[in-house]
Nanobody
């Protein structure tokens, strides 16, 4: 059974950092594009970052470029999202996603598998 399990969310001060983790089971990261979406309160889900398995390229939403870094550890079958300089607008539920297609997309329907989500909240 293919499964994605996120962890690492929480409450963070403005300008702070968090690292999200996503452990994949039932498949290997080598064969799937994997990344992160987020859904802010009252808004639609949007792509944050993704790693393509076809060429290893990294994609980022413009709003997080220079602040967030995606990485993966194939030995642990885990993908990470290091989030620095967090802002109020980063408050959202963050979802780990994967697609067998091997390439990244900003379209949520292209992703076959979703984690349960982890909440990231910027303290005000």
């Amino acid at each position: 059974q293919l499964q994605l399990v996120e962890s690492g969310g929480g409450l963070v001060q403005p300008g702070g950092s968090l690292r999200l983790s996503c452990v994949a089971s039932g498949f290997t990261l080598d064969d799937y594009a994997i990344g992160w979406f987020r859904q802010p309160p009252g808004k639609e889900r949007g792509v944050v970052s993704c790693i393509s398995s076809s060429d290893g390229s990294l994609d980022y939403a413009d709003s997080v470029k220079g602040r967030f870094t995606i990485s993966e550890d194939n030995a642990k079958n885990t993908v990470y999202l290091q989030m620095n300089s967090l802002k109020t607008e980063d408050t959202a539920v963050y979802y780990c996603v994967a697609t067998h297609r091997g390439y990244c997309s900003s379209d949520a329907v292209m992703y076959d598998y979703w984690g349960q989500g982890t909440q990231v909240t910027e303290a005000t």
